[in-house]
């Protein structure tokens, strides 16, 4: 049985491919003493696929909180606050969802579309509250040790949450969900990008009462033409009071590999959330590589499909054998066919053919880009680890 060597050199940083220092003054923090290339592809042969899949401790950093909100849960939700859906029963939820993404209808327009229906029954800092201690207890049972999941303020302002009564409530939920479950979390405050930068920076000076429970801020939501260069001043703002920096650059949409760079060279980002169009342009991907740019893909589908697209599967190969640090991430799983996180690289293994190695660099690359310090860093790597020397 192959596995990764031990840690006695302890651990290291180094530069992948000649990658140094990134722009933004940051290092890729790579504390396995191995590389994940030295996993061969019968790491833990005692198990089967299923059970390793199952079995390897993970770590998800794109996932919007909005998003896990199960069926059962929406109705009990939408009833307690006097909200009607336009669904009979929570087996309605899962219908409507494929419906309006019948094979050729998928947009990120009409995935939007759902996802408001499940998010406007929030309208009470306990509803906040109540999502993120089930997402939490989701978590333990996929085996995902640590998680940083977004949510979007500006939604929840608006149905008359105020931003302190959500970012607490999602708080508590976080320290509920480390007591209860064994999971760690971090917070992504989200703004959304169809909605003036002047209401994100409002938003952030509201923050700043609630600094340490936000580790970042990302952009989501509708992709609008020439977005980064509308943010930039709140990006400034945001790397004043030393937030973390990411943003959405959804699969495909216009201009998408004008916006991942813009992102990158005028936003300073450190990690793009999807980003999965560098893969066709190679000297986006030369950039990804030298400034140490993380992708938090999403290999999801909707229900009545039978995988992602052929073209992103290809896009996740050619970027993870680039040397880019790309992790696989479930997005909105109570949305998706593809569902929670096990299931979810289940399918993209099956579909992409990826191998358990190739599963081993995924996870590493996920704890390297992690939001994370550097104690938990390595305790996680330790963990990955020892699971695959087992």
């Known amino acids: 049985m192959s596995g990764i060597c031990d840690r006695s050199r302890g651990p290291r940083i180094h530069s992948p491919r000649g990658q140094g ?47 896990t909100i199960e069926p059962l849960s929406l109705f009990r939700i939408a009833e307690r606050n006097g909200i009607e859906l336009p669904y009979d029963s929570p087996e309605g939820v899962v219908a409507f969802q494929a419906e309006r993404r019948a094979p050729g209808n998928e947009s990120l327009v009409n995935f939007l ?11 009470t800092g306990a509803d906040y509250h ?43 939920g976080r320290a509920d969900g480390l007591t209860n479950h064994g999971v760690r979390s971090q917070l ?52 004043r009071r030393e937030y973390r920096l990411t943003s959405h650059c ?10 991942i760079r813009a992102c990158i060279e005028d936003l300073g980002v450190e990690r793009i959330d999807h980003g999965l169009n560098t893969a066709t342009d190679p000297s986006l ?15 999801t589908f909707y229900h009545g499909q039978q995988g992602a697209a052929e ?20 997005d909105d799983p109570a949305q998706f066919g593809s569902g929670w996180l096990t299931n979810t690289i289940s399918e993209a293994m099956a579909a992409a053919r990826f191998s358990r190695s190739d599963l081993v660099r995924f996870m590493h690359n996920a704890i390297d880009s992690a939001w994370t310090d550097e104690h938990h860093r390595r305790d996680l790597t330790s963990e990955l680890l020892t699971f695959c020397n087992r």
């Not at 579309?113 to 309208?123: H, M, Q, T, V, Y």
């Not at 993870?320 to 479930?330: E, F, P, Y």
Request: charged content about 25%; hydrophobic content about 40%; glycine content about 6%.
């Open 250 to 259: 959804d699969v495909n949409q216009p201009d998408s590999i004008r916006h």
């Open 285 to 299: 991907v030369d950039l990804v590589l030298e400034r140490g740019i993380a992708l938090t893909a999403c290999p």
């Open 311 to 330: 073209s992103r599967l290809d896009m996740y190969r050619s970027l993870l054998d680039a040397g880019t640090m790309i992790s696989l991430n479930t």
């Open 113 to 123: 579309e759902c996802l408001d229906i499940s998010r406007g029954a929030l309208r």
């Open 21 to 67: 220092k990134a722009a933004t003054g940051r290092w890729r923090h790579d504390l396995d003493p191995c590389d994940t290339e030295s996993v061969g592809d019968d790491v833990r042969s005692d198990l089967s696929d299923e059970e390793f899949v199952a079995g390897i401790p993970k770590v998800e950093l794109h996932v919007h909180l909005e998003g």
């Open 130 to 172: 109540t999502i993120t201690v089930d997402f939490l207890a989701r978590c333990r049972d996929e085996g995902v040790r640590y998680v940083e999941m977004m949510v979007d303020p500006q939604q929840a302002i608006r149905q008359g949450v105020p931003l302190g009564d959500c970012v607490e409530a999602i708080t508590q």
């Open 188 to 239: 992504i405050m989200c703004f959304q990008r169809d909605h003036p930068a002047a209401e994100a920076e409002a938003l952030l000076e509201q923050a700043d009462a609630h600094r340490d429970s936000i580790v970042g801020i990302g952009l989501d939501n509708y992709e609008t033409p020439g977005f980064p260069a509308l943010f930039a001043a709140t990006y400034e703002l945001a790397r």
